[in-house]
């Protein structure tokens, strides 16, 4: 079992800049990848970064250039960088962690971002 707990969320105003953490504990020897996703009102969950344990990272293509991924290598806390937030940014930001053995995906219970405009 993994836990997740993430902090950093709350009122931000748009242009301005948040830096979400991700505390892993549990059987962090197994995780592989540690990621944000989010999810706004009335959408689909998509991922935001992933941070990979032998160093990779991987982005979405409407957030590069304003978020930055970090992390320590013993993949116990995870970082999200975001600059010139927009309102469209605003969304439950989930942290989020898959493993290897056993294969499973765990999730923390999500912090809120609103970016006021």
């Known amino acids: 079992q993994v836990q997740l707990v993430e902090s950093g969320g709350g009122l931000v105003q748009s242009g301005g800049s948040l830096r979400l953490s991700c505390a892993a504990s549990?059987?962090?020897?197994?995780?592989?990848?540690l990621g944000w996703y989010r999810q706004a009102p009335g959408m689909e969950r998509e991922l935001v970064a992933a941070?990979?344990?032998?160093?990779?990272?991987t982005y979405a293509d409407s957030m590069k250039g304003r978020v930055t991924i970090s992390g320590d290598n013993a993949m116990k806390l995870v970082f999200l960088q975001v600059t010139n937030l927009k309102a469209e940014d605003t969304a439950v930001y989930y942290c989020?962690?898959?493993?290897?053995?056993?294969?499973?995906?765990?999730w923390g219970q999500g912090t809120q971002v609103t970016v006021s405009s």
């Open positions: 989020h962690a898959r493993t290897v053995l056993p294969h499973q995906e765990y």
């Open positions: 549990g059987n962090i020897d197994s995780i592989f990848v």
């Open positions: 941070l990979f344990t032998r160093g990779g990272t």
